[in-house]
């Protein structure tokens, strides 16, 4: 069993910034990546990032290029994602995944 928990989300102004973290406990699935989704309501859950086990290998959702990066600590099993230049249209519940599991997600809200 893994449990995924992610943490860092809030109200924030267009244009600011938040940093997310999902760390994961539990089994360890080793050699999986970790991504993070998100959904708003009334919308389709969607990819936002993901990053491979060893934090070399990145990939995003064209609408985050440029302004979300996601990163891995290895040692301590966790992802971040730091989204920069934040709209209101980036509002949504964001959830962490690795393998088969998803954490509770944390919601994400940006003002105009």
């Known amino acids: 069993q893994v449990h995924l928990e992610e943490s860092g989300g809030g109200l924030v102004q267009a244009g600011g910034s938040l940093r997310l973290s999902c760390v994961a406990s539990?089994?360890?699935?080793?050699?999986?990546?970790m991504g993070w989704f998100r959904q708003a309501p009334g919308k389709e859950r969607e990819f936002v990032a993901s990053?491979?086990?060893?934090?070399?290998?990145?990939n995003y959702a064209d609408f985050v290029k440029g302004r979300f990066t996601i990163s891995r600590d290895v040692a301590e099993n966790t992802s971040y994602l730091q989204m920069n230049s934040l709209k209101p249209d980036d509002s949504a519940f964001y959830y962490c995944?690795?393998?088969?599991?998803w954490g509770q997600g944390t919601q994400v809200t940006v003002s105009s």
């Open positions: 995944s690795q393998g088969e599991y």
């Open positions: 539990g089994r360890t699935l080793r050699g999986y990546g």
């Open positions: 990053v491979s086990w060893s934090g070399e290998h990145t």
